[in-house]
């Protein structure tokens, strides 16, 4: 729980001569103070996933010819019009990309307003745009309409973006802050 809620929370639970009306409201807050705490740290998880360039691990053999044929097709599919660079592949992926996901690129390419990069993964033995990246998509698109949105509208379409992101399929046992022991993370 953050410090901040953890203040808010003590706060209320720590006053005892509160009046009736809000004694009853205080679980509805502590439940809302949760809430918060658990999109907040979907929202610190995600950060930590948006896609970047990453030049380690490095995957013992590098990318074939026939690779970067096909990650030109997916370059094309997202219209980006020329390929500046393809970063080195990387071995392993985050454990949100899926238990198939083996190793990711990073593309940097042109569209005809902006240079852009992509995060690709490799899933069953082809390039695709990942969960994360696809998420990130989305999130980048509304993100981009914030200015022209009211605040309340805004939240509430993040709190049901930050919902969707990919999560990790947890073993029995395991915190739920762990990763599989093929994941990496960008910002240790």
Known sequence: MSPLA???LLSVVALPALPDDARKAAPAMSARFAEMERMAQIERRAFQLQPHRVDTPLRELNISDGEV??????ARKYALNSMLNISPVIAGCACEEGPLCTDQVYVVATTPAETVGLQLSRVRNAWV????QQWWLQ???LRARKATMDWPRYQEMKDRMLLEFPMCALKEGTP???TT???RDPHP
């Open 129 to 132: 745009v990942g969960p994360v």
């Open 69 to 74: 044929r096909e990650i030109e097709v997916i």
């Open 181 to 183: 022991a093929q994941s």
């Open 6 to 8: 953890r203040c808010l």
């Open 139 to 141: 999130f980048d698109k």
């Open 176 to 178: 739920r802050d762990a």
